[in-house]
């Protein structure tokens, strides 16, 4: 007896094993596309650093030509400071890290709020798993990751009985809105609670139900402003969420961006979430109503995914959690009555989970401090990678010299930040600051609309660093205006000849 239960106190709890498990998958299998799925995290990689040198957040632009002095608002400025301590300590390693702990501590966090709730292990565990499914398709080293466990924990909060005082509301909502500027989310799930608890109100027919949900609702009614006056709470005051809200609101912006386009099905990564939304439909027509609350909160979620892809992160984070409570007294009532189910709850219902995140987290520490390398293997590469960026055309140019307003990929722009801090790009990630019209103007250059020379012209463009397969490479180099710099599979970097002569290069080439 005394072995059985030194060993059952020992090995990892449920929420220690997957906050293990995902934690060491994520960075072997996912580490590089992590950071080389898009320009983003070296874009942030060089605000973090920045703001780190300045010792304050960036107010104005100083990374472009199209729009130098342009106020500037920095929504994710907190996580931008935590990449770059991240990367100083341990490269691209150490971005990867921070987030595959944000994201493998997101996971946990679930399973362990999960069982208090008394739901079962199993149903706990397939739950989770469900939610790393549906969230892999942004597993990436931005700084939306670090949202994840503040979600997590205000739907913890939101759920308690009783919940917790306005203080602890505010105070999660000072931290996230100087973090990630899905704050605004968290503002919405509050409005969606509180909707529901006045649907419950309504539609019950016992007064004690209905005093009770009444109460909930003006206990949540008075959150809101609390959450209002806490997302001021940053350097930026009122802009803040008001630049953030402005963006959201500008339908070219979506339209234009891949993430925040509605989910198409014929692709293989979204398919698992067509897969759960089926499932849902068949819960919600097997059983009763959930309450108000979650099917408030459900169907909230599952209109904003449909409506753009980037909310499929939302949706499984904040209504897969809630099925699963919803669906814990059926299934204990029948799947979970089977032996089998009663062993995995025995087993799962004990273990420890501190000192295996601990370890966990001191190796891959170890990781990022080897940059990436642990017993001699590269895990995890040391620089962005040369099959996605101008890697080797920005190394050439960078050390010759070379001068000019460069025009380029949209993509390449935050790599461009990070890798050739000399040169000023012309746009990058940021669209919220950049805006519609010069995106638009962008996206007219690379498809050759009518009007694509006058735009290069009128920004004094004098290098153009694009994609060797593309369109305007193809143009640029039968026109006898231009002459090739650097040419290779990724990349052509182009020079504008002057007065129709082909320049000299430091290097002695033409």
């Known amino acids: 007896m005394t072995v059985n239960s030194t060993s059952s106190r020992w090995h990892p709890s449920l929420p220690g094993l997957l906050f293990m498990l995902w934690a060491l998958v994520i960075p072997i299998l996912e580490g590089n596309l992590m950071v080389n799925a898009d320009g983003d995290p070296a874009r942030h990689l060089r605000h973090g650093e920045t703001i780190l040198q300045n010792v304050d957040v960036i107010r104005t632009d100083v990374f472009s030509y199209t729009a130098t002095g342009k106020p500037f608002v920095g929504f994710e400025f907190g996580s931008q400071i935590l990449f770059a301590f991240g990367h100083r300590f341990g490269g691209l390693a150490g971005m990867v890290i921070l987030a595959t702990i ?10 362990r709020w999960l069982l208090r709730l008394g739901v079962d292990p199993l149903l706990t565990f397939l739950a989770s798993m469900t939610v790393a499914l549906l969230t892999y398709i942004h597993w990436l080293a931005r700084p939306h990751v670090f949202s994840w466990p503040l979600v ?75 959450v209002a006056l806490a997302t001021l709470v940053n350097p930026y005051g009122w802009r803040l969420p008001a630049h953030l809200i402005a963006f959201f609101g500008d339908p070219y912006l979506q339209d234009v961006t891949n993430e925040f386009l509605s989910p198409d099905f014929h692709s293989a990564a979204l398919k698992p979430f067509l897969f759960v939304l089926l499932l849902t439909m068949l819960f919600l027509a097997s059983r009763p109503r959930p309450p108000w609350t979650h099917l408030t909160v459900l169907l909230g979620n599952t209109a904003m995914a449909l409506i753009s892809q980037r909310n499929i992160i939302f949706f499984a984070l904040v209504s897969v959690p809630l099925i699963a409570c919803d669906l814990a007294p059926v299934w204990g009532r029948t799947i979970g009555r089977r032996s089998i189910m009663r062993r995995f709850a025995r087993t799962s219902g004990s273990g420890r989970t501190v000192p295996y995140v601990v370890g966990t987290v001191l190796l891959l520490a170890l990781l990022a401090s080897g940059r990436g390398q642990i017993a001699g293997r590269q895990l995890i590469d040391e620089d962005f990678s040369p099959q996605r960026f101008p890697v080797e055309a920005v190394a050439q140019g960078r050390r010759a010299g070379l001068e000019g307003r460069v025009f380029h990929e949209f993509t390449w722009g935050g790599y ?6 000399e040169q000023k790009v012309f746009i990058d990630g940021g669209t919220d600051f950049y805006g519609p019209d010069l995106l638009r103007t962008h996206r007219a250059i690379l498809g050759l609309t009518p009007g694509w020379r006058d735009s290069l012209a009128t920004y004094d463009v004098g290098l153009v660093l694009v994609s060797t397969e593309g ?12 002459e090739t710099w650097h040419r290779d599979s990724t990349a052509v970097l182009l020079r504008r000849r002057q007065n129709g002569v082909a320049g000299q290069d430091p290097a002695g080439r033409r």
Do not use: C, Q
């Not at 944000?102 to 996971?107: C, F």
């Not at 899905?182 to 609670?193: C, E, I, K, Q």
């Not at 461009?416 to 801090?421: F, I, S, T």
């Open 102 to 111: 944000a994201i493998a501590g997101t996971i946990g966090l679930i399973a």
């Open 152 to 226: 997590i924990l205000l739907l913890a909060m939101l759920e308690m009985r009783p919940r917790p005082s306005l203080f602890w509301f505010g105070t999660l909502f000072v931290v996230w809105v100087n973090l990630h500027g899905a704050f605004l989310f968290g503002a919405l799930l509050v409005a969606m609670y509180v909707v529901g608890n006045v649907l419950e109100a309504l539609t019950s027919k016992d007064p004690e139900v209905r005093r009770r949900e009444w109460i909930r609702a003006r206990g949540l009614t008075w959150i809101l402003p609390v």
């Open 416 to 421: 461009l930040l990070w890798a050739w801090p």
């Open 471 to 482: 369109s305007l490479a193809a143009e640029l180099l039968r026109d006898p205006t231009w």
